[in-house]
Structures are given as C-alpha cells and as structure tokens.
C-alpha cells in the first residue's frame, strides 16, 4: 500500500492563483482531513469528509474547497491564494474519526 | 467548539529522565485523546492514544493518562533517549462532532 499520498511536495504561487492540492489513499479509509501547519499553532483543521459525499469544515476553512466524489481522493482547493495561506498542508485518513489518523507527507505552500 | 491546551511549549531534559507534556481541553464531551510525534521535516504519526473509558495506557516507554473530571491528560516518557527528540502533538476528538483538535505541540529535546 502506498499509504497516503500528496501532490505536489512544494508550490509557488502569486496572490490571486488558484490551485489544487491533491490527496489520495489506498487504505479504503472513511475519514480524511486537511490540515495546515504553522510554526506555533499546531495542526489546524480546515475540511474534513466522513465518506464520500460528505464534508464539513473545520476550524479554518475560508478561502478553501474540497469535495469527496470517491473514497480514495480528497482534494483541496485554494480559490484565490493569498500571502496567508503560506503553510505546510497535511492529508490525513482513518478508518473512523476516532480511530489512528495517518498523515501524508505534506505540501509546502508559499504564497507571493 | 473544543479547545486544547498543550504545556509546556519547550522541554529539555537529559538523557535517561522522565519527561511529561500535559493537555487540557474544554468540551466534557471529547472521548477520543491521540498523542503524534513529529520529527523535524516529517509528518506526524501516532504514538498512543485513549479513549474516555481508560484512566491509563502503556506503550513500554510511553503512557498515557487521562482525568475526565479534570479534563487533563498527560503523555509520559520514561528513560529518555536522544530519539525521542521531536515535537508532540496531543489531541481531543469532541463528542459532539467528528472533529479532532491538536494542542500547539511541544518540543522534547533529549541531551545525550
């Protein structure tokens, strides 16, 4: 199993681009989440899906988009980057929400 | 929604000490208490976690402790090893929703 998958590993981009982070796993896991990572604030959540169909936000989910058309992807769209959303973006899935979560290897984001 | 509270921020300690980070969170509700270690440049992984009908886990080195009336609980590491240098992340995963919350991490730093 591949585990947890994250494209692309580092992003440029200008203030006002849009991308696409992309996140995939093979262990048929239920839940999946996005997180972003800034020095001295921990993990924080931004989306979350418990099955495909289904997400809600987090605890920092403006300026962010994600759907869940299949088991295996959780993408996460960024509509207009801005020079705050300079961060380093984990995927993470598990069986359930209470079950051990694992993390992909992270998308470092930079934001000009 | 839930808050976490991680201490210390920082903590130094040699090798073959005791070492303990302690969290607090705010919603009586959370049920679920997972610990990550994160390596510098790596992405977090579970170390050992617990849920609210447990007072106490052990991983060999690693524990566990929870105090629901207090709504505390600590991550202890025995005998120290230069290894176990890294960042914890304790978390709490509400029981209202499906949402799980990280504290701010702390920094271990095991001198040899």
């Known amino acids: 199993n591949a585990g947890v998958t994250q494209t692309p590993k580092f992003q440029v981009l200008k203030t006002g681009q849009s991308m696409t982070l992309q996140c995939a796993q093979d262990m048929n896991h239920e839940y999946m989440s996005w997180y972003r990572q800034d020095p001295g604030m921990g993990l924080r959540l931004i989306h979350y899906?418990?099955?495909?169909?289904?997400?809600d936000q987090g605890e920092v989910p403006n300026g962010y988009n994600v759907s869940r058309s299949t088991t295996e992807d959780f993408p996460l769209r960024l509509l207009s980057a801005a020079p705050s959303q300079t961060s380093v973006y984990f995927c993470?899935?598990?069986?359930?929400?209470?079950?051990?979560?694992?993390f992909g290897p992270g998308t470092r984001l930079l934001v000009l | 929604g839930e808050n976490v509270e991680q201490h210390p921020s920082t903590l130094s300690v040699q090798e073959g000490d005791s070492a303990v980070i302690k969290c607090t969170y705010s919603d009586s509700a959370s049920n679920y208490f997972p610990w990550y270690k994160q390596e510098l440049g790596k992405r977090p992984q579970l170390i050992i976690d617990?849920?609210?009908?447990?007072g106490e886990k052990k991983d060999q080195r690693i524990a566990v402790t929870l105090n629901k009336t207090a709504k505390h609980f600590s991550l202890h590491i025995t005998e120290t090893q230069p290894e176990d240098s890294a960042v914890y992340f304790c978390a709490a995963r509400s029981g209202s929703n499906y949402k799980l919350t990280f504290g701010k991490g702390t920094l271990l730093t095991v001198n040899p």
């Open positions: 617990i849920r609210s009908n447990v």
């Open positions: 899906s418990v099955g495909a169909g289904i997400t």
């Open positions: 993470a899935s598990s069986y359930t929400d209470w079950e051990t979560q694992y």
